[in-house]
């Protein structure tokens, strides 16, 4: 017999920015960031949208919006018969940007969903990882977004879907240069190549390897630490300003990347004259690009989702 969810019920559920691959991390590491979507949820007769801030002209406003759908998949898959949502949404995390909106929203969703049910029926942060990693195809951008922090995520041969939380410097620090345009995950992931020579992938492992000990131990590593051999390079020509700066950064020493799947650019810094080296090399690109940038300091958000129930 097919149970029902509660009518009136009121939470609202934020969930951080993140970036992922930093690097030679593809589709295993990602870092929450703390700026946030805050999204009001109530449980009704019927369903409601009201959007905020990004996306707020695009984005649907009936039962078709991704977090509403969502919510709906986890309940019919833990049993319950989905009711109404009625959808407040502060969008502060920019789309299409290699933020983790898509991430974001996602885990949104089935926080919200899951503590939503009857408290015996929850599923918890694990289920909610599980269910989030297995919309995405890849767990790298979900895992910070529910877990915080650092993550390093993996997937095994049967598809599920494992992470574990690694503590991080405390001078380390992110600047993000966010370009007004934009670029879609599926363009991005269709520019890389099937496979690649195994000493490659051997030099990006070293890589990887070496991120993780600077990101935890030594951030004078991170230059070296963030060299990437596997996606950055094949998805240049899809956002030739970003591989441009990341290319004038990193020709000063300063430890860029690309943000997720692009085009936003995240350097790793852990100092005051890092920070400011790197808006003033953003600067000095924007003055001469045809793309118009600005710098971000989000602080790295210890915490993933926050569901608070009113």
Do not use: C
Not at 84 to 92: D, E, F, K, T, Y
Not at 105 to 126: H, K
Not at 166 to 172: F, K, Q, R, S
Not at 194 to 207: E, F, T
């Amino acid at each position: 017999m097919t149970q029902q969810i509660a009518l009136g019920q009121k939470l609202i559920v934020s969930p951080p920015a993140t970036s992922a691959n930093l690097g030679p991390g593809f589709d295993s590491l990602g870092l929450a960031l703390e700026y946030r979507d805050r999204l009001e949820v109530r449980t009704a007769q019927s369903s409601s949208v009201e959007i905020f801030g990004d996306g707020a002209q695009e984005l649907p406003r009936d039962e078709s919006h991704l977090i509403i759908k969502e919510m709906h998949r986890y309940w019919k898959d833990a049993g319950f018969e989905p009711v109404g949502v009625q959808l407040v949404a502060h969008n502060n995390i920019p789309h299409a940007r290699g933020k983790g909106s898509s991430a974001a929203a996602i885990v949104a969703a089935y926080a919200a969903a899951d503590a939503l049910l009857p408290a015996q029926a929850r599923g918890g942060t694990e289920r909610i990882f599980q269910s989030a990693a297995a919309w995405e195809g890849h767990p790298d951008n979900v895992a910070p977004a529910v877990f915080g922090g650092l993550s390093i995520s993996a997937t095994d041969a049967a598809g599920s879907f494992s992470s574990v939380q690694v503590p991080l410097h405390p001078d380390l620090r992110a600047v993000l240069a966010i370009p007004s345009n934009g670029l879609s995950t599926e363009v991005a992931r269709g520019a890389l190549p099937a496979q690649v020579d195994h000493a490659v992938a051997a030099a990006n492992s070293a890589s990887a390897a070496l991120l993780i000990h600077a990101l935890s131990n030594d951030p004078r590593q991170l230059l070296g630490g963030t060299k990437d051999y596997l996606h950055q390079d094949y998805r240049a020509a899809a956002m030739p300003e970003s591989a441009a700066l990341i290319a004038k950064l990193r020709g000063a020493g300063l430890a860029a990347v690309v943000s997720g799947a692009g085009p936003t650019v995240l350097t790793l810094v852990a100092s005051d004259e890092q920070v400011a080296a790197v808006q003033a090399a953003i600067d000095e690109f924007s003055a001469g690009s045809p793309v118009s940038w600005r710098a971000e300091f989000p602080r790295l958000a210890a915490n993933g989702v926050t569901v608070e129930v009113l």
